[in-house]
Structure formats: C-alpha cells, structure tokens
C-alpha cells in the first residue's frame, strides 16, 4: 500500500454506501470493478455474527489471497473480486438474506464499469 486510490464508482444500497475500484491486479489483463467488502456487508444488511463469520472465512479460506488491503481517503479497506459478491449472495441466499440487496450490487457494479475506459474491459468476463 503505497498511493491512495479513490473509488471508480460510489453506489448507494439501502442508504449505505457500495465503493467499487479499478483491479489491483497489474497483469495487463481485463478485470471487472472489485468493491469494498465492508461497504458490501452494510448494504446486504448482515447481522454482526454474520459478518464475524464472513470476516473469518476471508482471512483463512482457501480464497485468502484474492482480497487486497488499500488506502483510501476514508482509511484503509478491504476490496475484493466481483465473484466474492456472487458468492456472498448465494450463501447470504442460504442464509436468508434476501437476494434482491445483491440485485442492487449487479446493478450498480454495472455502473462502475461503464466508468471504465473500453480498453480495460476488453475481452473482459460479462457478468
């Protein structure tokens, strides 16, 4: 963590904010916006033991390594990959969240990539 990144995009879900950002990944290839984990949690309404739970998961699953701490202006956060939301809603799916919050995050992930430039999106995964 070196620079501040601002957001590519700031929805709002449910009255709380959803931050989207560029890829941290420096590979040259396309990626889709990734969101701050946290913002995503607030929106979808998870109860504290949830996102306890969550939290724990993230750090020592077998995904550990696909989350990136950065600093913004508001602090440091956590962002993560689109398909970490897509897999959150079909546990928060299971777990009695309603899916209709994630909706909002499809929704508004779709506006932070048309903030991308093109070349960025090329060849890029459609979801």
Request: glycine share 6%; proline share 6%; aromatic share 8%.
């Amino acid at each position: 963590m070196s620079e501040l990144i601002k957001p590519l995009y700031i929805a709002t879900i449910r009255g709380h904010q959803l931050r989207f950002f560029r890829t941290p990944n420096n590979d040259g290839r396309p990626d889709l916006p990734w969101h701050c984990i946290d913002d995503l949690y607030h929106c979808m309404g998870l109860p504290r033991g949830m996102r306890k739970h969550f939290q724990k998961q993230m750090k020592s699953g077998p995904f550990r390594n696909d989350f990136r701490t950065v600093a913004t202006l508001d602090g440091i956060v956590t962002i993560a990959p689109h398909y970490v939301a897509e897999a959150l809603s079909q546990a928060g799916a299971r777990l009695a969240v309603r899916t209709s919050k994630m909706n909002m995050h499809a929704k508004a992930r779709t506006r932070a990539k048309s903030s991308m430039p093109v070349r960025l999106l090329s060849n890029c995964c459609h979801g």
